[in-house]
T-cell receptor, first 114, second 115 residues
Framework: GAVVSQHPSWVICKSGTSVKIECRSL??????MFWYRQFPKQSLMLMAT?????????EQGVEKDKFLINHASLTLSTLTVTSAHPEDSSFYIC??????????FGPGTRLTVL | DQQVKQNSPSLSVQEGRISILNCDYT??????FLWYKKYPAEGPTFLIS?????DKNEDGRFTVFLNKSAKHLSLHIVPSQPGDSAVYFC??????????????FGQGTILTVHP
């Protein structure tokens, strides 16, 4: 399978600060990347879809100005949680897809906002 | 609106026996289905998938069955091993169009395989 990495694996920040999460496809070119969040004991909820070089498409209810997504290259996408609040605390997972193939997931990033 | 549902939050099975995980969906546009395995604080790992043109796909100990008329799929693991203990998610997607590749996940089922 293909390898997707995320950095950092966990982060604790103060309320009001911004946090950037990186997602990298290590051994393939991800033409599309997906960002999910998972609350405890709940399903993975798709937040947005990004194609390399174009603007991300956000799911209904996800604030695009709060969750900034950049997919500048075929191997890197970033999610920036701006002005984070405690309710943004969650497990964020990215998924990368090459062409029309399977989607491979990163190990996730645990965000805790104090 | 939960379009993909896994109604059993947990399942406990004895080692060597069969594990059957179930998943139902409501969106008739879904035509590609996947099963993922997930450990706590890790990303999901792909297990097996099935296209809507098939009713069965097998890969080693894992078999996925699809019943389109019932909008139901199941994952069979046989024989079950303690290392299979994890959370299992089913996911569905629509081929083509702007929704291509977007996965809708079920709530997950915690599988525990006892030695």
């Amino acid at each position: 399978g293909a390898v997707v990495s995320q950095h950092p694996s966990w982060v604790i920040c103060k309320s009001g600060t911004s946090v950037k999460i990186e997602c990298r496809s290590l051994d393939f070119q991800a033409t599309t990347m997906f960002w999910y969040r998972q609350f405890p004991k709940q399903s993975l909820m798709l937040m947005a879809t990004s194609n390399e070089g174009s603007k991300a498409t956000y799911e209904q209810g996800v604030e695009k100005d709060k969750f900034l997504i950049n997919h500048a290259s075929l191997t890197l996408s970033t999610l920036t949680v701006t002005s984070a609040h405690p309710e943004d605390s969650s497990f964020y997972i990215c998924g990368g897809r090459r062409g029309l193939g399977e989607q491979f997931f990163g190990p996730g990033t645990r965000l805790t906002v104090l | 609106d939960q379009q993909v549902k896994q109604n059993s939050p947990s399942l406990s099975v004895q080692e060597g026996r069969i594990s059957i995980l179930n998943c139902d969906y409501t969106n008739s546009m879904f035509d590609y289905f996947l099963w993922y395995k997930k450990y706590p604080a890790e990303g999901p790992t792909f297990l097996i998938s099935i296209s809507s043109i098939k009713d069965k796909n097998e890969d080693g100990r894992f078999t996925v069955f699809l019943n389109k008329s019932a909008k139901h799929l199941s994952l069979h693991i046989v024989p079950s091993q303690p290392g299979d203990s994890a959370v299992y998610f089913c996911a569905a997607s629509v081929a083509g169009g702007t929704s291509y590749g977007k996965l809708t996940f079920g709530q997950g089922t915690i599988l525990t395989v006892h030695p």
